[in-house]
């Protein structure tokens, strides 16, 4: 058992705010039930209070507690996916309370795969409310260092459950009306969804932000971020060091070709970059399918033109 445990439920049920580890990302947790606990996460990250929080759960049998009118599809994926790195949008039931839903009348719900989560989760009993553990527009933490590095002792606890495995966010599905769409691209890929439910899986294209995480500009560095092809790369390099610029490299290329690999050392390189005082990260986009959709749409948010 993890040594910190014991307190970081204590502290869930004082109100307080823990971080620990997920398969997918860190996550900074608080009892879902308990507005001013909640309150206190929007307060740490800085985040706009209208979004909407996923509530992690011990397992799949609690969907029915915090969800209603649950589709079949809902319990065809928990079964599939659940624990792991999945979050379905349901319409809430009335456990799941505005300060989580941001007001929406839908809630997110997901079962990570985390012996150290779910060990905080079985201990708690309730939901908690656990968006990734780091400031509102910046890349999410993979390490328990990352999370110290930026809260430090802001934190009353924070688990240690090692280097995330999976290494991007939850996959986000939304069951919540008549059509399944893809809100958020993540570990558990389009094409095993697609399987699973045997029908295609739009990726939310209305334009209209269903989830924040959908703004243009997230998970940045702060090291500028370029999209190149791998033909134009050393070009690219070249032309920056001339200017004067520190100038890193990011494609799939350099971690094997492999896309596990590359998503679960994506966000720790991003911070490594700044570390090391980086101006510009050229990236190359992986293809599409499979956990390069996630890869490539993060990338694509790192790089996207940022508010000023
Ligand atoms: O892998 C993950 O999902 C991690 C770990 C900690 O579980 N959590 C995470 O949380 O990435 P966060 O808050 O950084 O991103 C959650 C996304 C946000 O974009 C939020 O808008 C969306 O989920 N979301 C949550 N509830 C929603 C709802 N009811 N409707 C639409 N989007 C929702
Ligand atoms: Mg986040």
């Known amino acids: 058992m993890h040594a910190l445990l014991p307190t970081a439920i204590a502290l869930l049920q004082a109100g307080e705010v823990v971080a620990f580890p997920t398969e997918t990302v860190y996550g900074l947790g608080a009892d879902a039930s308990n507005p001013s606990a909640v309150s206190k996460i929007f307060e740490l990250k800085g985040r706009p209070k209208n979004h909407p929080l996923i509530v992690h759960l011990a397992d799949a049998e609690l969907l029915q507690e915090w969800a209603r009118d649950i589709p079949n599809s809902a319990w065809i994926l928990a079964e599939e996916f659940w624990p792991g790195p999945l979050t379905l949008i349901l319409k809430r039931s009335s456990r799941a309370i505005d300060a989580v839903t941001g007001g929406f009348d839908t809630v997110g719900l997901r079962v990570p795969a985390h012996p150290v989560a779910l060990a905080l989760l079985h201990g708690f009993g309730g939901g908690v409310a656990a968006p990734s553990a780091n400031r509102f527009g910046a890349v999410s933490p993979t390490t328990a260092q990352h999370v110290r590095d930026e ?58 932000v269903r989830s924040p995480g959908q703004l243009a500009s997230h998970y940045a560095p702060k090291a500028e971020v370029i999209l190149v092809s791998r033909a134009e790369a050393a070009e690219h390099e070249l032309r920056l060091n001339r200017e004067g610029k520190k100038v890193a490299l990011l494609t799939e290329h350099a971690h094997d070709a492999n896309s596990q690999a590359f998503a679960r050392s994506l966000y720790a390189a991003l911070r490594e970059a700044d570390a090391r005082g980086v101006d510009v990260l050229l990236a190359t986009l992986p293809n599409e399918h499979g956990l390069g959709l996630a890869i490539a749409d993060r990338l694509k948010k790192a790089a996207a033109p940022r508010p000023s």
């Not at 002792?153 to 399944?180: H, M, N, Q, R």
């Not at 570990?187 to 029908?199: A, D, K």
């Not at 295609?200 to 209305?206: E, F, G, K, M, T």
């Open 151 to 208: 809260f430090g002792d802001a934190l009353a606890a924070i688990l240690d459950g090692g280097a995330c495995e999976v290494g991007v966010e939850s996959t986000i599905i939304d069951l919540s009306s008549g059509t399944p769409a893809l809100l958020r691209p993540g570990g558990v890929t389009r094409e095993e969804l697609e399987e699973t439910l045997r029908i295609s899986i739009p990726l939310n294209q209305s334009g209209k």
